[in-house]
């Protein structure tokens, strides 16, 4: 099956910009969707289709796509971006929805 | 406001069975595809199974295919998940999830809403 691999954390001071990475096979293809989920509480989405942010997600959070790596992009990081992060594909050669390994973003 | 609020976790013992439910709100659920997502204490987002709009259309995780069932009741906005040969591995909070898509028949979407979900915990 499609494997998304993601770095299993990332820290960052605030202020700065937190950069999450999200590989596999064929990237550039498919799709990518992100979620941030904070302890105790369901997944929100973030970015879908690569860049697209629904409504009520700062411009501060972006999405890119290019070759076979994704990446998340979180700029001027506050002690609240600190969460778990999954990427989301869909895998059309199999009909399965795949998720990434996840990263924990930590805010120093 | 979409408002998903799963139900029917509970304690179980190896190969037993549950039935887990989605309550939708807030949209028109007979329009959206719908999704089972996990998550095992301490681990990462495992997608499930999906189902059309129409209950047409259906997937499956090679992980529960066979042992799970995704339904859906158009008619009283609930997804269903019938879950049966219970494993000490499925243990989890079990989430339902809304697809982005309006009448999407199949493929690439994104989970817009999701519940709080409800934990299924196989214990002997």
């Known amino acids: 099956s499609y494997v998304l691999t993601q770095p299993p954390s990332v820290s960052v001071a605030p202020g700065k910009t937190a950069r999450i990475s999200c590989g596999g096979k064929?990237?550039?293809?498919?799709?990518v969707h992100w979620y941030q989920q904070k302890p105790g509480q369901a997944p929100v989405l973030l970015i879908y289709?690569?860049?697209d942010r629904p409504s009520g997600i700062p411009e501060r959070i972006s999405g890119a796509n290019s070759g076979n790596t994704a990446t998340l992009s979180i700029s001027r990081v506050e002690a609240g971006d600190e969460a778990d992060y999954y990427c989301?594909?869909?895998?059309?050669?199999?009909?399965?929805?795949?998720f990434g390994t996840g990263t924990k973003v930590t805010v120093l | 406001q979409v408002h998903l609020v799963e139900s029917g976790g509970g304690v179980v013992q190896p190969g037993g069975s549950l039935r887990l439910s989605c309550a939708a709100s807030?949209?028109?659920?007979?329009?959206?595809?719908m999704h089972w997502v996990r998550q095992a204490p301490g681990a990462g987002l495992e997608w499930l199974t999906f189902?059309?709009?129409?209950?047409?259309?259906?997937y499956y995780a090679d992980s529960v295919k066979g042992r799970f069932t995704i339904s859906r009741d158009n008619s009283r906005n609930t997804l269903f998940l019938q879950v049966s040969s219970l494993r000490p591995e499925d243990t989890a909070l079990y989430y339902c999830?809304?697809?982005?898509?309006?009448?999407?028949?199949?493929?690439?979407?994104?989970?817009?809403?999701w519940g709080q979900g409800t934990m299924v915990t196989i214990s002997s």
């Open positions: 999830a809304k697809d982005m898509i309006f009448g999407k028949l199949t493929g690439d979407d994104a989970f817009d809403a």
């Open positions: 807030g949209f028109l659920f007979n329009n959206f595809g």
């Open positions: 189902i059309r709009f129409d209950g047409a259309t259906t």
């Open positions: 064929n990237f550039g293809r498919r799709s």
């Open positions: 289709y690569d860049s």
């Open positions: 989301q594909v869909w895998d059309d050669d199999i009909d399965h929805y795949v």
